[in-house]
């Protein structure tokens, strides 16, 4: 979660990830790739999974404005569309186990009654198709919070823990979460810390014998000014400006976690009447630092969104800028450090690595270009 290929690159050139530079070394594939747009957790989490874009699982976005005019978190599995590759395994005899940091993805992943746990509520998620009626006890430690530098690793922990313990799984999903990376750029001291511990647990899948697939749900860019305060464009404060009424803006970052990001991302949605759709797309347009505004109908084309779930105008903005609604609508000092957030085109380069070397076939698709989406087709079809 939030591993910008830059994390990677200056981990391995400091030497601080050996395991991955061994694997890298012996054959395995390292490429960059895409995300889904926009770059956000739980878009990117189900196209991982599902192996396909949002307008076929339905999630564009980890929050939207539901038809009745409330605001709607996009965690419950009745919103889902299609079935994950977990799923689909399981039902033809496979073992599967999925493991989430964040408690928010867990019900969405389990969709269909698969196997799964989350770091975050491990002490209250048991594994008993496995065996495992105490996660916490099997890891040998207790669960950290979604603000503590080591949560996703205690994700990777469970994951081996139950696999030494329950034998090795056909397709294991581990999803971690981005904390530290909203904290901090490369070579910072946690970020330091988290890539050290990540690679000694990455090694220790691979002597499982598993092969690996590592990519991000999206990458990661600083939003702030030299000074450190947030740089943010405030879209009611456009529309107003505009002389548009009737308006709805809906920032689909919005998650239960304020202190990554304090719902503050490069991507939002405007709900405007008819009438003031093509004003609004003029008036947010005209800023330096927007990127995109395409029309409800042009966005579900351009991003491959669900038609329903989206607004009647897409806006994106530039590396360096995120997109707020009002200054009084949103919380800055409960940030963990100057802004560092995601969701637009730049957040959207990710690494896609496999433990293992790629068919012919495999190796020219990867490089001539690949998304995150493709990972498991990789892993299950693309080893040599």
Not at 22 to 28: F, I, N
Not at 68 to 77: I, K
Not at 355 to 370: K, M, Q, T
Request: with cysteine; net charge negative.
């Amino acid at each position: 979660d939030g591993c910008d290929p830059r994390y990677l690159d200056d981990a391995l050139e400091r030497r601080l990830m050996p395991r991955l530079a061994e694997m890298l070394d012996r054959g395995g594939a390292y490429e960059l790739g895409r995300s889904q747009m926009p770059s956000f957790t739980n878009t990117n989490n189900m196209s991982i999974v599902t192996g396909a874009p949002p307008v076929v699982h339905g999630l564009p976005g980890n929050h939207y404005l539901a038809s009745d005019g409330a605001e709607v978190q996009l965690s419950d599995p009745s919103f889902l569309r299609a079935p994950s590759i977990h799923k689909a395994l399981q039902d033809q005899g496979g073992r599967v186990l999925l493991v989430t940091a964040k408690d928010k993805l867990r019900r969405l992943l389990a969709h269909g009654d698969v196997p799964a746990t989350s770091a975050e509520k491990a002490h209250e998620h048991p594994l008993s198709a496995y065996g495992v009626e105490d996660v916490v006890a099997l890891v040998g430690r207790p669960n950290p919070g979604p603000y503590q530098w080591d949560m996703s690793h205690y994700a990777l922990e469970i994951g081996l823990a139950v696999s030494r313990q329950a034998g090795p799984f056909d397709l294991l999903y581990v999803s971690t979460t981005d904390f530290v990376q909203h904290a901090e750029g490369p070579d910072g001291d946690m970020a330091d810390r988290y890539y050290r511990r990540f690679d000694e647990l990455f090694g220790e899948y691979l002597d499982l014998g598993y092969v690996v697939g590592l990519v991000a749900d999206h990458g990661m860019n600083a939003k702030h000014h030299p000074d450190g305060s947030p740089r943010v464009i405030y879209l009611e404060e456009v529309l107003d400006a505009a002389g548009i009424s009737g308006y709805h803006v809906i920032l689909p970052i919005t998650d239960p976690y304020v202190v990554h990001h304090g719902a503050l991302g490069s991507f939002a949605w405007v709900h405007v009447p008819e009438r003031d759709v093509s004003r609004a797309a003029e008036a947010i347009a005209s800023l330096p630092a927007i990127e995109e505004v395409f029309t409800r109908d042009e966005a579900a084309v351009i991003y491959s969104h669900p038609r329903d779930r989206i607004g009647d105008l897409s806006v994106a903005s530039d590396a360096q800028t995120a997109l707020g609604k009002s200054p009084t609508k949103h919380d800055l000092s409960v940030l963990a450090g100057p802004l560092r957030s995601h969701g637009g085109r730049h957040e959207q380069i990710v690494p896609i690595i496999v433990s293992h070397p790629l068919s012919p076939e495999y190796a020219a698709r990867h490089r001539a270009g690949v998304e995150n989406r493709d990972i498991h087709d990789l892993v299950l079809n693309g080893v040599c």
